[in-house]
């Protein structure tokens, strides 16, 4: 029983493709959130959705549109990708925006841009 | 605006010796602090936090911290390391709350467990 899934788990595309990398969670949590780690295991949030609303965007390209069917969703949408997009995409969630409560993190999507 | 400085991105014990991972914060307002663990290839997993009360926490797999406000620092130590323990350890700290509630990491410690 995966609290916080991811798919897929590898994606490997050519620049200019659009893609999309999904993520369910079956904690019943409130909040759910999208980072980026980069190659040097640096890791940023990049939104962040409570009840299905986009409460955190940082600084991120237009190209990177999140949707959130449902409290349980949090998929992310990629257009155009970029060789600088390849990272590790990490999804989140916790109980609700507050900070107290920890995050649970998904196993990762690996994202190759040729 | 937050921020987290872990020293060392590399550290290196023998089984059974102390594990001591360093990690200083910046936050105008109350911090709450966080640890986590990322094994290869996998997710990250909560070790401890730090919200309010007791300054010394106890996390999962023997680990601990202690949140020293006058130093504004919350190293994780471990009596004994264990070669399980090899992993990327990560410090974060959130605001109670606006902007400064987004969860800021630090550049990660990698700790590797020589037999």
């Known amino acids: 029983d995966t609290a916080v899934s991811q798919t897929p788990k590898y994606l490997v595309t050519q620049m200019g493709n659009d893609k999309s990398i999904k993520c369910e969670q079956n904690?019943?949590?409130?909040?759910m959130y999208w980072y980026k780690q980069d190659s040097k295991k640096f890791l940023k949030i990049m939104f962040s959705?409570?009840?299905?609303?986009?409460?955190i965007n940082e600084t991120v390209p237009n190209r990177f549109s999140p949707k959130s069917p449902d409290k349980a969703h949090l998929n992310l949408h990629i257009n155009s990708l970029e060789l600088g997009d390849s990272a590790v995409y990490f999804c989140?969630?916790?109980?609700?925006?507050?900070?107290?409560?920890?995050?649970?993190f998904g196993p990762g999507t690996r994202l190759t841009v040729t | 605006a937050q921020s987290v400085t872990q020293l060392g991105s590399h550290v290196s014990v023998s089984e059974g010796a102390l594990v001591l991972l360093r990690c200083n914060y910046s936050s105008s307002v109350p911090p709450y602090l966080f640890w986590y663990v990322q094994y290869p290839n996998q997710g990250l997993q909560l070790l401890l936090k730090?919200?309010?009360?007791?300054?010394l926490v106890k996390g999962i797999n023997g680990f601990e911290a202690e949140f020293k406000k006058s130093e504004t620092s919350f190293h994780l130590t471990k009596p004994s390391a264990h070669m399980s323990d090899a992993a990327e350890y990560f410090c974060?700290?959130?605001?109670?709350?606006?902007?400064?509630?987004?969860?800021?990491f630090g550049s990660g410690t990698q700790l590797t467990v020589l037999p």
């Open positions: 974060a700290v959130r605001g109670p709350s606006g902007s400064a509630r987004q969860l800021t």
């Open positions: 989140a969630s916790s109980q609700d925006p507050a900070s107290y409560y920890e995050q649970y």
């Open positions: 904690l019943g949590h409130d909040t």
């Open positions: 730090y919200t309010t009360g007791a300054t």
């Open positions: 959705y409570n009840n299905k609303e986009l409460i």
